[in-house]
């Protein structure tokens, strides 16, 4: 139970494209789902909360009009890089919290196997 | 703010050796969370702890959160090569569901 998935694994765009990536609860339904940004070798940095039928919390320094969030059902939330550029480059990751049970009471995120963009 | 001070950040050491992984912070957390992240892959929850004191052991992992619930360790017996990865604590908010990230622990376990 609780698996996430991402899609596209890995992408390669051109400067000034955007960029979607696709989050999906597998086998739960998620209301609250987050998207991290992580450089190498570094820990994850959380960028927003997208919250199913409201708009995304942003986290300090976060630019919304840039990373776009539309989480516009229980099982999906997406994340849309426009105008991308060569330091949008880095690996995203999402997580969703199971609403049910210990996992809500614990603060448990289960995560998505990330997306590798670069941009040329 | 709450912040999650781990250590140390990089690891390495020969198989068969002992290790020990902290996670320390100034906040009390309503729980903690240890993940293991492999290169090009989503971290992998471990293990929860919520019960300030509680020990949680994994086979050779083992867990540990303190009185306070500001900190936690993790120690692994007899290191093998197959747990080199990048280990990360994660402090949880009851307020806001939010996940406070440590800076991660790079773990290689040499053959």
């Known amino acids: 139970g609780a698996v996430v998935s991402q899609h596209p694994s890995w992408v390669i765009c051109k400067s000034g494209t955007s960029v979607k990536i696709e989050c999906r609860s597998l086998?739960?339904?998620?209301?609250?789902m987050f998207w991290y940004r992580q450089f190498p070798k570094q820990s994850l940095m959380l960028m927003a909360t997208s919250n199913e039928g409201s708009k995304a919390t942003y986290e300090q320094g976060v630019e919304k009009d840039k990373f776009l969030i539309n989480h516009a059902s229980l099982t999906l939330s997406t994340l849309t890089v426009t105008s991308a550029h060569p330091e949008d480059s880095s690996f995203y990751i999402c997580s969703a919290r199971d609403p049910s049970g210990r996992s809500r009471s614990y603060n448990e995120q289960f995560f998505g196997p990330g997306t590798r963009l670069t941009v040329l | 703010t709450q912040l999650l001070e781990q250590s140390p950040q990089f690891l390495s050491i020969q198989e068969g050796e002992n290790l020990t992984v902290y996670c320390n912070s100034s906040?009390?957390?309503?729980?903690l969370q240890w993940y293991r992240q492999e290169p090009g892959e989503g971290p992998v929850l471990l293990v929860t702890?919520?019960?300030?004191?509680e020990v949680k052991k994994l086979k050779r992992l083992t867990f540990q959160f303190g009185d306070a619930r500001k900190d936690s360790s993790l120690h692994i017996t007899a290191a093998q090569p197959g747990d080199t990865g990048l280990y990360l604590c994660?402090?949880?908010?009851?307020?806001?569901?939010?996940?406070?990230f440590g800076q991660g622990t790079t773990l290689q376990v040499k053959p």
């Open positions: 086998d739960f339904q998620a209301t609250t």
């Open positions: 906040s009390v957390f309503s729980s």
């Open positions: 994660a402090g949880g908010s009851s307020n806001t569901g939010k996940l406070i």
């Open positions: 702890v919520v019960t300030g004191g």
